[in-house]
């Protein structure tokens, strides 16, 4: 794989999202991964009660996630990156367990929602760029026994992911109608980033 990044400066990763690492490195990128650690079900219930729109709760939790990493790695570029998935006016969380997937899943199903994700550079602990895009995705209505083996499927890999699916794998069975770009959907927007890093000299042009 060609590696694009020019060595004009450190760049690194301030999330511990596989799928994120994975659409940087597919891209060529060389960086560093130091994830966040920063109260993140705080910080949403915080912008929840202030009533926050969704794109800008998408931002400030991934600025609050590169900021935080920024401080203690002044002299590199941090990129952090937050997604938030809405449906009918709320928003929804990462379903941990088997029983919170499956009513994430039935929540959904027969409905359409939104997925936001927005990425934020930073350095020395000041944001220097933001984007944010948004999906919306339709899932169809699902009979119980196709549930039933879906969850038996890939229940255990699930844990944690927005949503409770993967739409690159057997997640795009649940869906009828996608709206949006691919890399937003898996979490991070990517072609802007890209498009930034060059003006900033850090990638090849």
Do not use: N
């Not at 879906?150 to 844990?159: G, N, P, T």
Request: glycine share 10%; aromatic share 4%.
């Amino acid at each position: 794989m060609a590696t694009l990044t020019r060595g004009t400066a450190d760049l690194v990763l301030a999330s511990a999202s596989p799928t994120r690492a994975r659409l940087l490195r597919d891209a060529g990128l060389v960086f560093r991964i130091v994830p966040a650690r920063v109260d993140e079900p705080a910080l949403r219930a915080g912008l929840e009660h202030d009533g926050a729109a969704t794109p800008a709760a998408a931002c400030a939790l991934a600025a609050a996630k590169a900021v935080q990493v920024s401080r203690g790695h002044p002299d590199a570029v941090v990129l952090g990156a937050d997604q938030l998935l809405e449906h009918r006016g709320r928003w929804l969380g990462k379903p941990e367990t088997p029983a919170a997937l499956r009513g994430q899943i039935e929540t959904l199903a027969g409905t359409s929602h939104t997925l936001t994700s927005a990425v934020a550079a930073c350095r020395g602990g000041a944001v220097l760029w933001q984007a944010v895009d948004t999906a919306r995705l339709a899932m169809r209505p699902l009979g119980e026994r196709f549930l039933e083996r879906y969850l038996a499927a890939d229940a255990h890999d699930l844990a944690g992911s927005v949503g409770g699916y993967r739409l690159e794998g057997t997640g795009s069975h649940l869906f009828s109608a996608v709206e949006g770009d691919w890399f937003t959907i898996m979490g991070l927007p990517l072609l802007p980033l890209l498009a930034w890093l060059r003006q900033q000299r850090m990638i090849e042009d």
